[in-house]
Each structure stands twice: as C-alpha cells, then as structure tokens.
C-alpha cells in the first residue's frame, strides 16, 4: 500500500490519475494534456506511468505499438478500502465542537444578560453600549 500513497504524492502522477479518469487514453494523448499545463517529455511521462502501474494505480494495453492506458479499477478499491478503514478522521471531532459551540452561545447569552443588568444602573434609563461604559469607568 505505502507504493500506492508514494505514487500519489508527486503531482503530475496525479494528474494523470484525473485524466484516465475520464476514460482509456493513449500514451500521447496523456503526453499533450500534460503538455499544456508545462513542459514535460514524453519518456518523463512514461516513468510517471511506470510507477503509477507498479503502484497498481494504472493498468496498460497494447495495439500494435500504441499503450493505452486506463484506471486500476482493483488497484484504486484497493486504496479507497485501506483509507476507509481510517474511518473519518474529522468524526473524532464533531462531539467537542459541538460542546464549545454550546458553551460560546451560553457565554454570549450570559454577556447579554450581564449587559442588560449593567445598562439598567445608567441615569437615562438607555443601556450604554460597551464602548460608553469603557470611557464610563474611565
């Protein structure tokens, strides 16, 4: 499995990923869509290629002298099942965020309340905003 997340750390490896996503594609036709996004040679795509298929990311078929390549169907289940089994990473998080959320919205309830009792003391009968009670006390 460490191939597969190697392979998938170089970002052009990735973008071939997203290309034969679309579908089967020939070697060249991966060489051009890579050429418009930087210079790139071919045998330098061709060894991204190599190791996305020695990560089993990528399968090759030959027709004469052309490759054509696609997607791993197995080799990609094979890195969604191990990343899955990670569960969601975020899910640990949820119950103390929802308990600071609670615990904001109490404190801002509690300023309120704290604000209307301090506003009541004020001679005019308004409730002074925060920035006249500082220069108040001042």
Do not use: C, N
């Amino acid at each position: 499995m460490d191939g597969v997340f190697e392979a998938l750390g170089e970002p052009t490896r990735r973008r071939i990923l997203e290309l034969l996503a679309e579908g089967e594609q020939p070697a060249g036709t991966l060489v051009a869509a890579l050429r418009e996004h930087g210079p790139i040679s071919q045998p330098a795509v061709s060894q991204h290629l190599k190791v996305l298929r020695e990560a089993r990311l990528v399968i090759v078929r030959a027709e004469g002298t052309r490759r054509f390549y696609a997607l791993d169907a197995a080799g990609i289940d094979a890195a969604l099942a191990w990343l899955a089994r990670l569960g969601d990473p975020l899910a640990s998080f949820a119950q103390p965020l929802d308990a600071l959320a609670t615990e904001v919205a109490r404190g801002r309830r509690a300023r309120r309340a704290a604000d209307a009792v301090d506003g009541a003391d004020a001679v005019d009968g308004t409730v002074p905003r925060p920035a006249d009670r500082d220069s108040r006390s001042a």
